[in-house]
């Protein structure tokens, strides 16, 4: 049997329509000019999307969201590439208890989590605060960022590494001017993922944050609860297009089949 005959390329079409489908249709009702969440079948509209600016509190849980998902990415990356070059690279006792501890908020429920944090900050007197926010948002995001890296390291080949120290470079300079450029595709992926995730994390950050450090996607679980129109196909369209840009930005600068694989 062919790998790429025609039943094969029948099957991926229906997956990849079955994937996009829901985005498709989202985003058609946000140009709707009806009040109701109905596709647009005479003439499309902005509307919907010139209500959020009159809604301030999307603005300012989107202000909320950006600031938590750039921090938070920004940390995991700090935290997973020392991390990362650790695990890859030396054999210590504990290394692998080490990695399963990384990856560990990938298996764990979001709720669970979110409850846990909940308990934690409330006993230690920080709940609504901001930076424990972040510091969340960092535990759930490490993983996606650790992995990309590990993967980029074991693609590596050492060869110029071990030239630039018999050359007489400091570890600082080679993992500087050598390790950090050639794994750098595989940094940027996992940060952007990091940041993705962070961006539209609901589930534990329900829990944890406060009326001051509201995000995106709680303030839209919170407006659905009392009200279903439109807008939030309006909000949730301009989240699919940022997310589109985004990743279309990456496979311009890096290529995106580069950053799956971990090479440069």
């Known amino acids: 049997m062919q790998k790429n005959g025609p039943l094969a390329l029948l099957f991926h079409a229906l997956v990849i329509a079955f994937v996009l489908a829901p985005l498709v249709v989202v985003c058609l009702v946000a140009f709707t000019p009806e ?6 079948t005479v003439r499309f509209s902005l509307r919907w999307f010139r209500a959020i600016l009159d809604y301030p509190d999307f603005i300012t849980a989107f202000g909320n969201s950006l600031w938590l998902a750039t921090l938070a990415a920004t940390l995991s990356a700090a935290i997973a590439v020392p991390a990362g070059l650790a695990i890859d690279r030396y054999r210590f006792a504990g290394r692998d208890a080490l990695n399963a501890l990384f990856l560990s908020p990938l298996i764990i429920p979001h709720l669970v989590l979110g409850v846990a944090f909940l308990r934690f900050f409330a006993l230690v007197g920080v709940t609504g605060s901001f930076a424990w926010l972040v510091m969340s948002h960092v535990i759930i995001v490490t993983p996606y960022v650790l992995r990309l890296v590990i ?15 018999t050359l007489g470079a400091s570890r600082l300079t080679v993992f500087r001017r050598i390790t950090l450029p050639m794994i750098l595709p595989g940094v940027t992926g996992g940060w952007l993922l990091a940041f993705i995730n962070s961006f539209d994390e609901l589930t534990m950050s329900i829990f944890v944050t406060s009326p001051a450090t509201v995000t995106l996607p709680v303030r839209m679980y919170m407006y659905a609860t009392d009200s279903i129109d439109p807008m939030m196909a309006a909000v949730s369209a301009l989240m699919i297009a940022l997310t589109a840009i985004a990743m279309l930005v ?3 600068v890096f290529g995106l089949d580069k950053i799956l694989v971990g090479e440069k």
Do not use: F, K, V, Y
């Open 250 to 252: 990456l496979d311009r």
């Open 35 to 40: 009040n109701t969440l109905t596709i647009p």
């Open 151 to 165: 993967a980029a390291l074991s693609g590596l080949d050492r060869g110029a590494e071990q030239a630039a120290m």
